[in-house]
């Protein structure tokens, strides 16, 4: 292509509080319609707006964590339009005085680490939802929704591929769920972005006319509505035409965007201060105890594990792109002592469970305790490695206790010598063909009355010590 | 005396020696409410949820030793303030059926306080307008001259305090909705600190310029409903927490030592001869009791009913926005599609003068004019601020008239907007300042027809207004409507 490509993206994301960000109405995903919800958040005659104060904390916590500065003063707006989403005809937002500003977040772009600049974190409220019905008759507003607290980043134009904007967009979900301001559920719609593109001829320096494409919500649709985008732009410019400054709306099935609407019809949103809450002002101390609730961020604990714990790269950034992943190898590595020996399960066997059964397992039944329980248990050779899968596929199952596990199904390694001895003296009784060709020289032998030996012990022998008896016992026959 | 004619103070000590009951005294109101149907003050009178009350006030002052002075007293709340269970309809068509399921602030207080609700006190609807003629209920007639205006927007309150309809009543004040119409019929209007009382559940007409405040016969009164109703509410976060005291304590009218100041723009051309005689004879009683007059001036003044105008439509076309005959109130059930749905519902749900105020806000608000209007009222609005601070140095008091003129005609105003805007030019600058002020009758016209002084003070100065108040009050008596005698 003749052109750069230039995006800036607006991302969306719902703030993970326990109540709504001006009423006390729950904050969960869901719900039967119009059951969460109260007179505030349904803007009926004469109610105000209470700010959550737990919103204005992660909204810090967001921006901190994106190295922005903090307004000591901020201040909301209300954006004014009708649509019936929006309870009271307008949304809290904030104009011109954001709580955060001028940030940046590193992303890495091959081997090169690139830094995206945040122009502004700000907050403002979600709407409800619009529910259709097939015939086109009727539509339905479910409130649930409205009130949600959202924040909503905004960076700078400084992305210069589809795929650069997947990274951010994956590096940004990665530092909120550390931060823990948000689940960055994609599918429920937690976190949504806009995508906002031009084209700028190579070596030019006046940049291009800008489409936006809103709420798209998924990583992989972001890559490729900013790709179709691209293109769509080049071929246009391509052909002599011009690019019209509009809003278009990305469907992610048919592969391509629509027009939503032009320039002409860009909304006025008539933004003013919002008369009903006071101005934010943020003290040094409540700076301090939040910058201090910061955990270390998903490209630092990378770096200790490659650096510190000799992990490599390839396996610290799988395990640091999820916290919960993160979170569970740091304790059980913790626990076992071991940090190699937890990074290899996690990287064969915890992954392709996780694959199998989703990322929940990591959340309701294996923690870094149990985890790394199971590995020091292996390492002491109290169970064999084939007994700790299957500690760990009961434990997904059932959620039963580890050591509960391994004494109901009996998989403690049996150590008793005289058990043992009088197990592979059984074998070798059962075997006397292997025992005349071990008597004649074949080596071989050894490595089958083993096998069997370990299978009359039910794979619970600690095969060190089964190995040592049997060539006791054969010596006997020497 | 009709007991109905008796202030809370000596009602209340009444109800305490057992002279009356409650419900016998509510039931005296609900009649007087009957008698006078014409004055028109009332939207929706409750009387079975009254009589409800009063028995449980009653109960209260036979079971406690310590009750509320408002315990079984009557009163009548402007129907913009939200009653559970009770219709509010901000005497507009959009909200006719409109029964709210919560409770304002206030009306939980005061019904915690044992006062019993006789109804819901007609309006300009959603509080637009001087005179309580944009109204779906009827105009509200004054009780001193059926032929007058009440003034607005709660004329129906003032009036209900005048003719003896309410013990006190519960107003809003955004430009001068409670001192105008206080003025208006002879009574005693508060206009609170902005923030000092809750405005949770107000419907809002213009959030930075409203606030709730009492209209009641005398200054004690006025005082005792200020006990009741102000303070920090959790629900309502421009209400300020540690500002609210005693209004009752130390209420003796001493003026001596007080520095009063008189803008000279509010002794202007523009005030009618007669209304200022009485208010210099007001001024003239209060020197005499030791205070000193001194001329000063607010030159920014003049700019304030243009910004009160753009700033307070502003805000309406956005508060007033949520009636869209989506979830509640007024719907139009032909619309074919959402942009006639709310085209048609707000046409025809909203009246001539809040459409008006809705256009000039929405204009104001419009990019490309935004800085022209709405901003640049946003800074005379604080230069306002600063030259009523800088007077607050010099003086203690600001008096002024409450309004030009004694109440108007009914109709006489009603084609004319502007002339409408320009009756509040001597109260909206305390809003547009968040200051507190007050309305004290201090005499009648040549017409027979009452007239308000206006005392402003500094942010949360109430209880010394409410003092300067006592004295204009001892000084000239209550003013009192003889004609509705033994009706």
Sequence with gaps: MDYDIIIGLEIHVELKTSSKIFCGCSNEFGGEPNTRCCPICLGMPGTLPVLNKKVLEYTIKAGLAMQCKIAKFSKFDRKNYFYPDMSKAYQV????????????????????????????IHIEEDAGKLIHDSNGQESLIDYNRCGVPLIEIVTRPDLRSPEEAKILLETIKSILEYTEVSDCKMQEGSLRADVNLSLKRKGSKSLGVRTEMKNINSLRAVQRAAQAEAERQAGILGSGCEVYQETRRWDDNKGESFIMRGKEEAMDYRFFPEPDLPPVCVDEKFLKAIQASIPQLPRQRRERYV???????????????????????????????????????????????????????????????????????????????????????????????????????????????????????????????????????????????????????????????????????????? | MSICKKTIMETSELLRTKKIGAVELTKEYLKNIRKNADINAYVTVCENEAVNAAESAQKLLDSEDEVSPLCGIPMGIKDNICTKDIRTTCASKMLENFTPSYSATIYNKLQRSGAVLLGKLNMDEFAMGSSTEYTIFGSVHNPWNGEYVAGGSSGGSASAVAANLAAFALGSDTGGSIRQPASFCGVVGLKPTYGLVSRFGLIAFA???????????????????????????PKDSTSVKGHASDYLEDLDGKVDQLRIGLPMEFFDSALDGDVGAVIRNALKSLESRGATLSECSLPSIKNAVPAYYLISSSEASSNLARYDGIRFGY??????????????????????????????????????????????????????????????????????????TTAFKLGEKLNDPLKMYLNDIYTVAVNLAGLPAISVPCGKGKNGLPVGIQLIGKPFSEKLLLNVGKRIEKEIGRLEIEQKEGL
């Design chain 2, 331 to 404: 719907r139009n059930e032909n619309a074919k599609n959402i942009a006639d749905l709310y085209r048609l519902s707000r046409k025809e749900g909203f009246g001539s003068e809040v459409k008006r105020r809705i256009l000039l806000g929405t204009y104001a608000l419009s990019s490309g004019y935004q800085d022209e209007l709405y901003k640049k009222a946003l800074k005379v609005r604080s230069i306002i601020s600063q030259e009523f601070n800088s007077a607050f140095e010099k003086y203690d008091v600001i008096a002024a008239p409450t309004c030009p």
């Design chain 1, 307 to 478: 650096n510190d714990l000799g992990i490599p790269r390839y396996d610290a950034d799988l395990i640091t792109s999820n916290k919960h992943l993160a979170d569970v190898f740091e304790r059980a590595s913790e626990v076992c002592g071991n940090p190699k020996l937890v990074s290899n399960w996690i990287m064969t066997d915890i992954m392709r469970r996780i694959n199998e059964k989703g990322e929940e397992i990591l959340n309701s039944h294996i923690n870094g305790d149990n985890l790394g329980w199971i590995l020091s248990s292996m390492e002491r050779g109290e169970i064999t490695h084939a007994s700790a899968i299957q500690v760990i596929d009961v434990l997904i199952e059932t959620g039963e206790e580890p050591g509960n596990i391994i004494e109901r199904l009996g998989l403690k390694v049996q150590r008793d010598e005289a058990l043992v001895v009088k197990a592979v003296k059984e074998v070798i009784n059962k075997n006397p063909q292997a025992l005349s060709d071990y008597l004649s020289g074949k080596e071989k032998a050894v490595g089958f009355l083993m096998g069997k030996s370990m299978a009359a012990l039910k794979g619970r022998g600690d095969p060190i010590q089964v190995r040592e008896i049997l060539k006791k016992e054969l010596q006997s026959y020497l």
């Design chain 2, 207 to 233: 959030s930075s310029l409203d606030q709730i405040g009492p209209i009641s016969k005398d200054i004690t009164d006025c005082a005792l409903i200020m006990n009741a109703i102000a303070g920090h509410d």
């Design chain 1, 93 to 120: 937002s904030q104009y011109d005085l954001p709580i955060c500003y001028d940030g940046y977040v590193d992303i890495d772009v091959g081997d090169k680490t690139k830094r995206i600049g945040i122009e502004r």
